[in-house]
């Protein structure tokens, strides 16, 4: 199957600060990127989706101005957690999917594991 | 609203055991229908998947699932578990009326006993 990297796969860092994880598509062209992030023992919760070129479109209770999400490429989406604190410490995976209908498979990122100190 | 449902949060098995996970769907409409696994350390593989046809689909490592619209299920099998199965098992959906994002159930995390 189609390949996802993600980076870093873990990253700790001060609360205040901000963290950018990548999210790249390495054979395929990802016209559709989406962004998850999985609690301890939970299942995995969908923060936004993101088009290439287009702003994202984040769920329901999810903060935009903190989870800051760029689809500026076919092949790159980043998410930024801004300002982090303790409780953003969780597993954000990435998956992508390519370009024609949209309900073919999204392949998955390894995740990244944040800890916020 | 949309939302995926798995029964069994933790399941133990022996080897040589057989396996079925529960999973249902609360959407009416067409669905495209998804099973995943995650083993320890690992990312999300893709097991099996359904979109139409033969309800009874057959995935990797010897999982089959069989989706039955009446009952909006979507449970995924395995006649025989083996050690390497121990991992955790994600039923996910993608209703219609959405953009494609997948919906993940809870999860079902399954020991299997050497």
């Known amino acids: 199957g189609a390949v996802v990297s993600q980076h870093p796969s873990w990253v700790i860092c001060k609360s205040g600060t901000s963290v950018k994880i990548e999210c790249r598509s390495l054979?395929?062209?990802?016209?559709?990127m989406f962004w998850y992030r999985q609690f301890p023992k939970q299942s995995l919760m969908l923060m936004a989706t993101?088009?290439?070129?287009?702003?994202?479109?984040?769920e329901q209770g999810v903060e935009k101005d903190k989870f800051l999400i760029n689809h500026a490429s076919l092949t790159l989406s980043t998410l930024t957690v801004t300002s982090a604190h303790p409780e953003d410490s969780s597993f954000y995976i990435c998956?992508?999917?390519?370009?024609?209908?949209?309900?073919?498979?999204?392949?998955f990122g390894q995740g990244t594991r944040l800890t916020v100190v | 609203a949309q939302s995926v449902s798995q029964h069994n949060h933790h399941v133990i098995l022996s080897e040589a055991a057989s396996l079925e996970l529960g999973c249902n769907y609360s959407?009416?409409?067409?669905?495209?229908l998804f099973w995943y696994v995650q083993y320890p350390g690992q990312h999300l593989q893709l097991l099996l998947k359904y979109f139409s046809g033969d309800p009874l689909v057959k995935g990797i490592k010897g999982f089959e699932a069989e989706f039955i619209k009446s009952k909006f299920s979507f449970n995924l099998r395995k006649p025989s578990v083996q050690w390497s199965d121990t991992a955790e098992y994600f039923c996910a959906v993608i209703f219609s009326s959405n953009t494609g994002k997948l919906i993940f159930g809870q999860g079902t995390t399954l020991q299997v006993k050497p």
């Open positions: 054979d395929f062209q990802a016209t559709t």
């Open positions: 993101s088009n290439e070129g287009s702003k994202a479109t984040y």
């Open positions: 959407y009416g409409g067409t669905v495209n």
């Open positions: 998956s992508a999917r390519g370009p024609g209908s949209t309900h073919t498979e999204a392949f």
